[in-house]
């Protein structure tokens, strides 16, 4: 099993778009579920995290502009962004604690990642 982002692309300063993270296969449960990013040159950083419950976290950065949501029956994580600025370009990861079958341990997971430019 892995991690499989999508919705990454190129958009306008102002402009919004909208990533989807999901499980490759069947798994057993998915527990907290984070958006990650990374620029060239810098640190992966959080951008987004959210239990099992709904509860989310966000960075200071994405507070207002970035909502992060959940479909647990699809085991599906999304990450609206609005508002995108040309700081925002990055490669977006997701990351994710998930069981893939009943009885096995609860690892952690990351996708490949989605690349996100922001430009005029």
């Known amino acids: 099993v892995r991690l499989v982002e999508s919705g990454g692309g190129l958009v306008q300063p102002g402009g919004s778009l909208r990533l989807a993270c999901a499980p490759s296969g069947d798994v057993f449960r998915v527990a907290t579920m984070g958006w990650y990013r ?6 992966r950083e959080l951008v987004a995290e ?28 999304y990450l609206q962004m609005n508002s995108l600025k040309v700081e925002d370009t990055a490669v977006y990861f997701c990351n994710a604690d998930l069981t893939e079958d009943y009885g096995m341990a609860t690892l952690n997971y990351w996708g490949r990642g989605t690349q996100v430019t922001v430009s005029s």
Not at 38 to 43: E, I
Not at 56 to 73: E, L, P, Q
């Open 38 to 43: 990374q620029a060239p040159g810098k640190q």
């Open 50 to 77: 959210i239990a099992s419950d709904g509860i989310t976290n966000y960075a200071d950065f994405a507070k207002g502009r970035f909502t992060s949501s959940r479909d647990n029956a699809k085991n599906t994580m």
